[in-house]
């Protein structure tokens, strides 16, 4: 069996008070998955995606990514964790206005100490693949909200990790924008990438995910797989995506 890419073992994260953020929440993610995490607000999602990502130490429990013991990691060792491991998708992109699409998307190579020409390299062939070269040399504020989550997309990708965390990666588009956001999270799964996205938009979920993980009030209360809808065709291949 393959080893799970994270493995969350009775994780909770407390404050001195009020409930609970976070309440003794197992989970397994295995490689290739995609998951999505369902919850209304305040029920623990963004909790749940900071503790995988090591932004967050659990109260109790052990969080487990890749083979690393994330929630021991001090905050060097968790900073240089997402950079070799995990990567990042946000709801309003995180892009640097006065960096150009190609600087923003060679950021995590520069600060992984990955040599130029081999990063320029791969920031080539990324935007090549999500179909966004033309913009290279553009400025991420001349972009539609679909090309600039499509940059965050790639920037994500940069170091090949093996993890690509998504929180709300739709929320802040348009209708339009949205299903190219969705058509590109299922070229990346369809390539092998494991997924956790999170999200209130349900369809998101049928459209992109292979399983449903439902919070509340700092639970899992549901674990099933996802009725998928049928996702429209992408002539984009993310083969060298990985």
Same mark, same amino acid.
């Given at each position: 069996?393959?080893?799970?890419?994270?493995?969350?073992?009775?994780?909770?994260?407390? %404050?001195?008070?009020? +409930?609970?953020?976070?309440?003794?929440?197992?989970? /397994?993610?295995?490689?290739?998955?995609?998951?999505?995490?369902?919850?209304?607000?305040?029920?623990? $999602?963004?909790?749940?995606?900071?503790?995988?990502?090591?932004? %967050?130490? +659990? /109260?109790?429990? /052990?969080?487990?990514? !890749?083979?690393?013991?994330?929630?021991?990691?001090?905050?060097?060792?968790? #900073?240089?964790?997402?950079?070799? $491991?995990?990567?990042?998708?946000?709801?309003?992109?995180?892009?640097?206005?006065?960096?150009?699409?190609?600087?923003?998307?060679?950021?995590?190579?520069?600060?992984?100490?990955?040599?130029?020409?081999?990063?320029?390299?791969?920031?080539?062939?990324?935007?090549?693949?999500?179909?966004?070269?033309?913009?290279?040399?553009? %400025?991420?504020?001349?972009?539609?909200?679909?090309?600039?989550?499509?940059?965050?997309?790639?920037? *994500?990708?940069?170091?090949?990790?093996?993890?690509?965390?998504?929180?709300?990666?739709?929320? *802040?588009?348009?209708?339009?924008?949205?299903?190219?956001?969705?058509?590109?999270?299922? !070229?990346?799964? #369809?390539?092998?990438?494991?997924?956790?996205?999170?999200?209130?938009?349900?369809?998101?979920?049928?459209?992109?995910?292979?399983?449903?993980?439902?919070?509340? !009030?700092?639970?899992?209360?549901?674990?099933?797989?996802?009725?998928?809808?049928?996702?429209?065709?992408? #002539?984009?291949?993310? *083969?060298?995506?990985?």
């Amino acid at each position: 069996m393959a080893v799970p890419v994270i493995e969350l073992s009775g994780v909770s994260r407390r %404050y001195e008070e009020g +409930p609970a953020a976070l309440d003794e929440v197992s989970l /397994t993610v295995a490689p290739g998955e995609s998951v999505a995490v369902l919850g209304p607000s305040g029920s623990g $999602k963004s909790t749940l995606l900071n503790l995988i990502a090591g932004l %967050y130490r +659990p /109260t109790a429990g /052990t969080v487990t990514v !890749d083979g690393t013991r994330v929630d021991t990691l001090g905050e060097a060792g968790s #900073a240089r964790f997402r950079r070799a $491991k995990i990567g990042m998708v946000f709801q309003f992109f995180h892009l640097l206005d006065d960096l150009t699409v190609a600087d923003n998307v060679l950021l995590p190579a520069e600060m992984a100490g990955v040599g130029r020409a081999a990063a320029r390299r791969r920031a080539a062939e990324l935007l090549d693949v999500l179909g966004i070269a033309r913009h290279a040399r553009a %400025y991420p504020g001349r972009l539609s909200g679909g090309e600039r989550q499509r940059v965050a997309v790639a920037r *994500a990708l940069m170091n090949r990790p093996p993890l690509l965390l998504a929180d709300e990666p739709t929320g *802040a588009l348009d209708s339009a924008s949205g299903e190219d956001v969705r058509e590109l999270l299922n !070229d990346l799964h #369809a390539d092998g990438q494991t997924i956790v996205t999170v999200t209130h938009d349900l369809s998101l979920a049928r459209a992109c995910a292979t399983r449903t993980v439902e919070i509340a !009030d700092g639970r899992v209360v549901a674990d099933r797989p996802t009725p998928r809808t049928t996702p429209a065709t992408s #002539a984009t291949s993310t *083969a060298v995506a990985r």
